[in-house]
């Protein structure tokens, strides 16, 4: 398990790595936030969480990663191994980022139908008497 200020340090590592033009227009930054963070409307079952967000309303364009749910799903690899999933989720978030300000909604739409089938597998595995089972990350 890392501690909330080693993660916070290892996201300002990757954070680096990426083209200071990718930050354009991202006037809230990049948060750290100590909680985790579920979907909302998900059905109970299975441990699902939400490892980061991208932004946009009256207090600007920002990207939000939880560390609660990183520690949750991720607190028990190795630095190497939980830095590629930082830098994976920052990338996710910065795609969101540069697709709204290019009107995009690629992203979006293809998260929303991962979402759906996630809720889908759910719904069959209840109608066979299973229980979600494992844990996932959006």
């Not at 939980?82 to 830098?87: A, D, I, K």
Request: net charge negative.
């Amino acid at each position: 398990m890392f501690r909330f200020e080693e993660v916070g340090e290892m996201l300002d590592e990757i954070a680096e790595r990426f083209p200071k033009e990718f930050y354009d227009e991202l006037n809230g930054g990049i948060l750290l936030l100590r909680g985790q963070k579920r979907p909302d409307n998900y059905p109970p079952g299975g441990s699902v969480y939400v490892m980061g967000q991208y932004c946009r309303d009256q207090m600007g364009r920002y990207i939000k990663i939880y560390y609660g749910s990183f520690m949750a799903l991720y607190g028990d690899l190795d630095r190497e191994a939980l830095m590629q999933e930082l830098y994976d989720t920052l990338a996710h978030e910065f795609t969101h980022h540069m697709e709204g300000r290019a009107g995009e909604r690629g992203l979006e739409i293809k998260d929303a139908l991962e979402r759906e089938a996630y809720i889908d597998r759910w719904n069959e595995r209840r109608q066979k008497g299973g229980q979600g089972n494992g844990d996932e990350e959006l």
